[in-house]
């Protein structure tokens, strides 16, 4: 196994890695840097958008470009252009604000939402699904800091974290509806030193995540048990992707500047990838509206 820094941007909030399999791309967003970063492992290219504000998501499309979430809400987001185009605006000041998402099977956004209130953190957030139809829907409730949205490979499983609480929750997810029930702590992350942040789950079915503040990618069985602990340079590492022409390289973005106090490390920020995993990832959906 080998973990490589990549000459790719440096991030005040890396995030939300996204491998796009069409263009051998990794997509990627600089949450407090307002940006959308791409990276490309072949050539080393790297290209950047300017967001008007904080973002929050990215989720490639269909038809070409990617969904984002920014503090205004929903967005479509032309990748060559930079252009955006509202969806789902949120008031100002927006009651709480979208944090992380994935894509189902049937093209549907879920996504996360996290309190607006960065001080005294409530549990005012939630679950979201954006349909293609673009109908934006409340799927859950009483969420701190969402997070770690994923599916297992058969779709019956639907993870998702409030960070807050250093916890992953599972629920039964139904593909016909895309709906969520019965809620039920999966994992708690503060074992091995952190909170969880970013996610995606493998061929097998084992729940990779990024454990901020505790420096590790950890690896969890469909049952829980934790099966594996990867260290990493950094400790505020915040999101995971499999990419690669097989899909077998783990993408991990790192966050240079913590909110709480966290010593800036050298590396922070950049963007790491593990080789020799013996782990394979899956592709990504896409959104169909």
Known sequence: ???????????????????????????????????????????????????????????????????????????????????????????????????????DSRGRFLMGGSTANFTAPAPDGGLFRLDPDRTVTR??????????????????????????????????????TGGVSNRRVFV???????????????VDGLYWVAVYQAGKVAAYRPDGTLARVIDMPVKLVSSVAFGGPDLDRLFVTTIAHGTQGEPTEEGAGALYVIDGLGAKGRLENRFAG
Not at 60 to 89: N, Q
């Open 139 to 176: 799927l859950d409730s009483n969420i701190h800091f969402s997070n770690s949205p994923c599916w297992s490979p058969d779709e019956r499983t639907f993870y998702f974290s409030d960070s807050w609480v250093d916890t992953t929750f599972a629920y039964d997810y139904d593909i016909e």
């Open 188 to 202: 708690n992350t503060r074992e091995i030193g952190g909170l969880p942040d970013g996610a995606t789950v493998d």
């Open 1 to 103: 196994m080998k973990i490589t820094r990549l000459e790719a941007p440096i991030c005040q909030g890396g995030e939300n890695p996204m491998w796009d399999a069409a263009t051998q791309r990794l997509y990627y967003i600089d949450n407090s840097g307002c940006k959308v970063h791409s990276y490309e492992p072949a050539t080393g290219a790297t290209r950047t958008l300017d967001m008007p504000t904080v973002v929050t998501t990215l989720v490639l499309r269909e038809g070409g470009g990617a969904v984002v979430t920014l503090r205004s809400g929903i967005h479509f987001l032309d990748l060559e252009t930079g252009a955006l185009e509202m969806v789902d605006p949120l008031p100002d000041p927006p009651p709480y604000v979208y944090n992380d998402g994935k894509v």
